[in-house]
């Protein structure tokens, strides 16, 4: 079964320092990872994907993740962070249908709070 | 282009009761897919529905029921309240089956006492 792990419930960054989140994965196949971030009292809201293609994915808001297959890992990765980077952040993996086909269900990890200090 | 819109923002309900939860899929969106989000918890996937018929369930009883409609928008009704019920129901949509991005609304918190 396909699934992710996020193994810290809250990663603590000075404003202006570099950022990561990190997540590992377990699948059968080739992975479709992403990261969503979610406000307080809001949906969540996409930031990046691998599908396929170069392991550095840029996304929304000066956001990157680095795919690494040895490792099984996806990190969220961000050069200088800012306060309004404060949120919480999932990582996910798109799962296979019952018989190999298409599916939009995404199986989420159990998020991580990144605090941003001014 | 309009995003996801939920509603209502807000529910409370005696456990027992019958809820229906009500999504507005972005504009051309023929996928929608309706998450449970447990305080703390990451969103666990309810069902998804395309071009309306159900295309894929999670691990959730049959007391929680989906309907989607010739415009897309979509409905979630849960009976038989239970307090566990209690949680952020988002409801995502995407422009196509096994696209990649999905698009979600800010959700229904729902309430059982």
């Known amino acids: 079964a396909q699934s992710v792990a996020q193994p810290e419930d809250q990663v603590n960054v000075a404003e202006g320092n570099p950022l990561t989140v990190k997540c590992t994965y377990s699948?059968?196949?080739?992975?479709?990872l992403f990261w969503y971030v979610q406000y307080p009292n809001r949906g969540l809201q996409f930031l990046l994907k691998?599908?396929?293609?170069?392991?550095l994915v840029k996304g929304s808001y000066g956001f990157e993740a680095e795919f690494n297959k040895s490792q099984t890992s996806f990190h969220l990765k961000k050069p200088s962070a800012l306060v309004s980077d404060s949120a919480l952040y999932f990582c996910a993996v798109r799962d296979m249908g019952k018989y190999g086909g298409a599916t939009n269900k995404l199986i989420f990890g159990t998020g991580t709070l990144l605090a941003v200090q001014p | 282009e309009t995003g996801v819109t939920q509603s209502p923002t807000h529910l409370i309900k005696t456990r027992g009761q019958q809820v229906t939860l009500r999504c507005s899929s972005q504009s051309g969106h023929n996928t929608v897919s309706w998450y449970q989000q447990a305080l703390g918890q990451g969103p666990q996937f309810i069902f998804q529905?395309?071009?309306?018929?159900?295309?894929g369930r999670g691990n959730f009883p049959p007391r929680f029921s989906g309907l989607q409609f010739p415009n897309y928008s979509s409905e979630l009704n849960v009976n038989a309240l239970e307090l566990d019920d209690s949680a952020l129901y988002l409801c995502a949509s995407s422009l196509v089956l096994g696209d990649y991005e999905q698009y979600f609304g800010p959700g229904t918190r729902l309430t059982v006492t």
């Open positions: 699948v059968s196949g080739n992975p479709y």
């Open positions: 691998y599908i396929t293609g170069d392991n």
């Open positions: 529905y395309y071009r309306e018929e159900e295309n």
